[in-house]
């Protein structure tokens, strides 16, 4: 079993199409919707996990692609500048979803994008900046 | 009797390649199994270091005199404002300015970008004098075109510092960070057992003229840092719970490194500067042996509801817990999060370690001892 966080841009003529449902019920995918932001007539995202065995999870994201609609992993939209990084910990104060941690024994910060619920709280808190979301 | 040494004779070993520097850390760790008698004949000097933010800093610059010369009076650096009530040339530039009210780019911008040798805009207006005719300047300098570059904090180096919680339902952009609402976080910005003024509590050994590792060179303790205060209780251990004393500290800013000078914005609050200090202890007698094993679990400061506007006293809590990601406060546990980096403060310690064990930083004895007893007032608004 793979689980993996992805987000979807739809574009602004998005069919009808339930994509979402067909994910669960064509494919067998458990799908978990963590943020969701779509309206007609808009560019529309979704943030969600998606576990199933790794080739029912990549027959789902060519159905997601064939359908016109943006699917990457979560890590490739949401970028943290590690290098600048100061370990400060400020960043981890607001994770709530636990996708910033400071090592207890290292005091190193760790990000892991899995956990991310794209909350946006880091992008404000860090006092340097490092954090950027690339979604709407 | 209990056994001494004086500073002299440390530095003597310094010079002779002989001495033991440990990190307050690692001295910390020793301390649970030695008597303060055992850890004097082993160790000679303790390294203890912070980064942190540290708004009460900024630097001196002298840009150095045109041809006709001017007295500047009203002066920006890349549209920053700078201080321009001292001579000609001469100005202050303050971590926390801005030109506008919520900016990102200020003082600690202009210091960082000088630091890392970047060009800077400097633009500056005056009325124009017989002896000073020029009236408008606008020119680039660097760290290599002015004359000097001196960092100069009024305050730096806290010791002890408040723990910050939210009893609100909204969420606050505070100096301490961002709060979540109904106590989500608790942070807290202090390097504990690793932090200068909480390794020597009663500052026998840091006094005005003490050498210091500030912001990757060598500079000085100047005198003691504003808001000094040793009115604060002490616990069992000697440590006075929650913000006490303070240094302010100088050094040459030209030599500095953006390693351990880095600008920083906090959400709604405004402009900072993290600072990185190192200070050396000397192990002088069995009672700083004592003082420099100071545990993180023997370090205790309050907790403060931040977001109530009236910052009330909530309860107390020591580093041990704060560091281990959680605090229990009236019974709810709360997620905390430090907000000065022990990862730099632990690379500071290490380099003045080197330093001294290889004789290239050699101590100093205070030229004078900072105020033994000094409260603070509080600003009445009296018309």
């Not at chain 2, 509590?201 to 840092?225: D, H, K, Q, S």
């Not at chain 2, 370090?299 to 959680?326: A, H, M, P, Q």
Request: hydrophobic share 40%; with cysteine.
């Amino acid at each position: 079993m793979t689980s993996k966080r992805f987000v979807l841009t739809f574009p602004p003529d998005a069919t009808g199409e339930p994509i979402t449902y067909n994910l669960i019920k064509k494919f067998d995918i458990m799908v978990n919707i963590v943020k969701a932001d779509v309206s007609p007539g808009k560019i529309g995202h979704l943030v969600m996990e998606m576990s199933a065995p790794a080739k029912v999870l990549k027959e789902g994201l060519e159905y997601i692609r064939q359908k016109n609609v943006e699917c990457e992993p979560i890590d490739k939209k949401i970028h943290y500048r590690e290098d600048l990084c100061i370990h400060c910990g400020a960043c981890s104060a607001v994770c709530f979803a636990g996708a910033l941690t400071m090592g207890r024994k290292t005091a190193e910060l760790s990000f892991d994008p899995d956990k991310c619920v794209v909350c946006e709280l880091c992008l404000k808190s860090c006092p340097l900046n490092l954090f950027s979301i690339d979604i709407g | 009797m209990s056994k001494k040494r004086s500073i002299e004779e440390i530095n003597e070993k310094i010079r002779n390649g002989k001495a033991v520097v440990l990190t307050a850390e690692q001295v910390s760790a020793m301390g649970k199994e030695m008597t303060p008698a055992e850890m004097m004949s082993r160790v000679d000097v303790v390294t203890t270091a912070t980064f942190g933010p540290m708004c009460s800093s900024g630097a001196f610059i002298n840009f150095g005199h045109t041809t006709p010369p001017m007295r500047m009076e009203k002066l920006t650096l890349n549209n920053v404002p700078a201080y321009g009530g001292v001579a000609a040339v001469d100005t202050y530039i303050g971590a926390t300015e801005t030109a506008m009210p919520h900016d990102n780019y200020g003082g600690a911008h202009v210091i960082e970008d000088l630091i890392a040798g970047k060009d800077v805009l400097l633009q500056a207006s005056a009325k124009g004098t017989d002896c000073y005719p020029r009236t408008e300047i606008k020119t680039l300098i660097n760290k290599s075109t002015i004359n000097e570059f001196i960092m100069f904090n009024p305050r730096n180096a806290y010791q002890n510092y408040n723990v910050a919680v939210n009893s609100t339902s909204k969420i606050k952009f505070t100096y301490m960070g961002t709060l979540l609402p109904a106590f989500g976080n608790a942070n807290f910005s202090t390097s504990g057992e690793l932090s200068p003024l909480l390794n020597d509590p009663e500052m026998r050994t840091i006094g005005i003229g003490t050498r210091i590792f500030i912001g990757g060179t060598t500079g000085y303790v100047a005198w003691n840092g504003t808001q000094f205060n040793t009115g604060k209780p002490l616990n069992d251990h000697g440590i006075p719970v929650g913000n006490a004393a303070t240094l302010a500290v100088i050094g040459d800013a030209k030599q500095m490194n953006t390693q351990f000078i880095k600008a920083a914005y906090f959400e709604k609050y405004g402009v900072s500067m993290f600072v990185g200090i190192g200070i050396p202890i000397p192990v002088v007698d069995e009672d700083m042996a004592r003082r420099v094993s100071i545990r993180n679990s023997q370090i205790e400061t309050n907790v403060i509801d931040y977001g109530s506007g009236n910052f009330e006293l909530l309860g107390r809590t020591n580093y041990k817990f704060l560091f281990s990601g959680e605090i229990t406060l009236n019974g709810k546990k709360i997620r905390t999060a430090p907000l000065s980096s022990v990862k730099v403060a632990r690379e500071i310690a290490d380099i003045l370690k080197k330093e001294i064990t290889e004789g290239r930083f050699i101590l100093t004895e205070p030229v004078a001892l900072l105020p033994k007893t000094k409260g603070l007032n509080k600003l009445e608004v009296r018309i």
